[in-house]
């Protein structure tokens, strides 16, 4: 009963999701934070990029350590996301902001990257005919966190300091954590390949021009998005969306169903990069129209789409990876993918502030710059469903010799 797909994939991948993807409650918290700590909330913005940034970096590099024990890692999620928290909070008792922007950004981040990237390979090798939906289950869990732990922060924060608050999540996340990382477990079929990692292999992988291609779709999603994302409020209110909190509702809504319904329905595709392609054209078409109509139900369409494809985009990645380079280094080439994630964690905010703080353009530049980009995007998904075709065309004729 206890080796089944669910108990030992699905349900500890959603259980480390939801509870490291309250990352994206940031908003929510940093203004109580920045109270309690007697500084502005610009002072304390860099705690969330930096967990963003060693979310991403730490992934890139525990890819091999989580092919190697995938009980080991999930637990060390656990322990570096709910220790960060902890220090989080005496940080905030101390008026520290760098004490603050090591266990919030830096060792919260790392509990992040390798929680993140634990569970994907597990479900992909027990949901085998349907890695799609193993990792829309599994990654829509991330954004569901945001709907689920919004109220139960707003509801402490009402009640608590933000310094009570950030340990009453910890306290929160243990249990769940816990029992993911004692009910996780790969099939008994699947032999790990030992295989030794050389800096060679990896430098063949990263400068492999369809790994390039991915991760420049990959970064470049995440830069849209989170440009969109980091003046989703000031939109809402200049098209005279009367409740911000239903707009965050619904965007996160969004990015939910996005994550699942984008890779369940890869599973459909025989050319995977075919979903990204989809993902960029739509993104392309809602800015495309934001920006020549500049109309309240337009724009709110846009960031419903682009939040959809923004989610989408994290989900069908591996996928994708899959696709591209088989099951056997999955974990390792998906940890170097998610650098992408680091480094546009640090640019995505910075372009839109540039453009409409700095420069003081409008936000009908901001979406025409997004749609050049998610133009450059859709290009790049076309030349690797290209480099796809050649590749099963050059697998037929391998075969048909063989025979």
């Given at each position: 009963?206890?080796?089944?797909?669910?108990v030992?994939a699905?349900?500890?991948?959603?259980f480390i999701?939801?509870?490291?993807g309250?990352?994206?409650?940031?908003?929510?918290?940093k203004?109580?934070?920045?109270?309690?700590?007697?500084?502005?909330?610009p002072?304390i913005?860099?705690a969330?990029?930096?967990a963003?940034?060693?979310?991403?970096m730490?992934?890139?590099f525990g890819?091999?350590l989580?092919?190697?024990?995938?009980?080991l890692t999930?637990?060390?999620?656990?322990?570096?996301?709910?220790?960060?928290?902890?220090?989080?909070?005496?940080?905030?008792?101390?008026?520290?902001?760098?004490?603050l922007?090591?266990s919030?950004?830096?060792l919260?981040?790392?509990?992040?990257?390798?929680?993140?990237?634990?569970?994907v390979?597990t479900?992909?090798?027990?949901?085998?005919?349907?890695p799609?939906?193993?990792?829309?289950?599994a990654?829509?869990?991330?954004?569901?966190?945001?709907v689920?732990?919004s109220?139960i922060i707003?509801?402490?924060?009402?009640v608590?300091?933000?310094?009570?608050?950030?340990?009453?999540m910890?306290?929160?996340?243990?249990l769940?954590?816990?029992?993911?990382?004692?009910?996780?477990?790969?099939?008994?079929h699947?032999i790990?390949?030992?295989?030794k990692f050389?800096?060679?292999?990896?430098?063949?992988?990263?400068?492999n021009?369809?790994?390039?291609?991915?991760?420049?779709?990959?970064?470049?999603?995440?830069?849209?998005?989170?440009?969109?994302?980091?003046?989703?409020?000031?939109?809402?209110?200049?098209?005279g969306?009367?409740?911000?909190?239903?707009?965050?509702?619904?965007?996160?809504?969004?990015?939910?169903?996005?994550?699942?319904?984008?890779?369940t329905?890869?599973?459909?595709l025989?050319?995977?990069a075919?979903?990204?392609?989809?993902?960029?054209?739509?993104?392309?078409?809602?800015?495309?129209?934001?920006y020549?109509?500049?109309?309240?139900?337009?724009?709110?369409?846009?960031?419903?789409?682009?939040n959809?494809?923004?989610?989408?985009g994290?989900?069908?990645?591996p996928?994708i990876?899959?696709?591209?380079?088989?099951?056997?280094?999955?974990?390792?080439?998906?940890g170097?993918?998610?650098?992408a994630?680091?480094w546009a964690?640090?640019?995505?905010?910075?372009?839109?502030?540039?453009?409409?703080n700095?420069?003081?353009?409008?936000?009908?530049?901001l979406?025409?710059?997004?749609?050049?980009?998610y133009?450059?995007?859709?290009?790049?998904?076309?030349s690797?469903?290209?480099s796809?075709?050649?590749?099963?065309?050059?697998?037929?004729v391998?075969?048909?010799?063989?025979?």
């Amino acid at each position: 009963m206890m080796e089944n797909k669910f108990v030992r994939a699905a349900i500890p991948a959603l259980f480390i999701h939801m509870c490291i993807g309250s990352v994206y409650c940031w908003s929510l918290l940093k203004g109580q934070i920045a109270a309690d700590m007697g500084v502005g909330v610009p002072q304390i913005e860099m705690a969330f990029s930096l967990a963003i940034f060693f979310l991403g970096m730490s992934a890139a590099f525990g890819g091999r350590l989580v092919e190697k024990n995938v009980n080991l890692t999930s637990f060390l999620s656990m322990v570096c996301f709910v220790a960060g928290l902890c220090l989080a909070s005496y940080a905030v008792t101390i008026q520290s902001l760098p004490l603050l922007f090591a266990s919030y950004g830096a060792l919260m981040g790392v509990g992040l990257g390798i929680g993140y990237l634990s569970p994907v390979k597990t479900l992909m090798l027990w949901f085998k005919d349907s890695p799609g939906l193993a990792t829309g289950i599994a990654i829509s869990g991330f954004g569901l966190s945001k709907v689920i732990f919004s109220p139960i922060i707003e509801g402490l924060l009402s009640v608590y300091n933000s310094s009570t608050t950030l340990l009453l999540m910890a306290a929160i996340s243990v249990l769940p954590m816990t029992l993911a990382a004692i009910l996780i477990r790969k099939p008994k079929h699947w032999i790990e390949a030992t295989h030794k990692f050389c800096i060679k292999e990896a430098f063949r992988i990263i400068f492999n021009p369809d790994y390039i291609k991915i991760w420049l779709m990959f970064f470049i999603n995440i830069t849209c998005g989170l440009a969109l994302i980091a003046f989703e409020k000031p939109i809402g209110l200049y098209v005279g969306f009367s409740s911000i909190a239903l707009l965050s509702s619904l965007t996160a809504v969004f990015n939910t169903a996005g994550r699942f319904c984008y890779a369940t329905c890869s599973d459909f595709l025989t050319r995977k990069a075919f979903i990204y392609g989809i993902i960029f054209l739509t993104s392309l078409a809602c800015c495309f129209a934001s920006y020549t109509l500049m109309m309240p139900l337009v724009i709110i369409v846009a960031l419903m789409v682009v939040n959809a494809g923004y989610g989408g985009g994290f989900s069908t990645l591996p996928i994708i990876l899959k696709e591209t380079f088989g099951m056997e280094k999955i974990s390792m080439i998906h940890g170097f993918a998610l650098s992408a994630w680091a480094w546009a964690g640090l640019s995505g905010n910075q372009l839109s502030s540039y453009l409409i703080n700095i420069k003081g353009y409008g936000y009908d530049v901001l979406f025409a710059v997004l749609g050049v980009l998610y133009a450059i995007s859709f290009v790049i998904s076309l030349s690797l469903m290209h480099s796809h075709h050649k590749m099963r065309a050059k697998q037929t004729v391998h075969e048909l010799k063989i025979r």
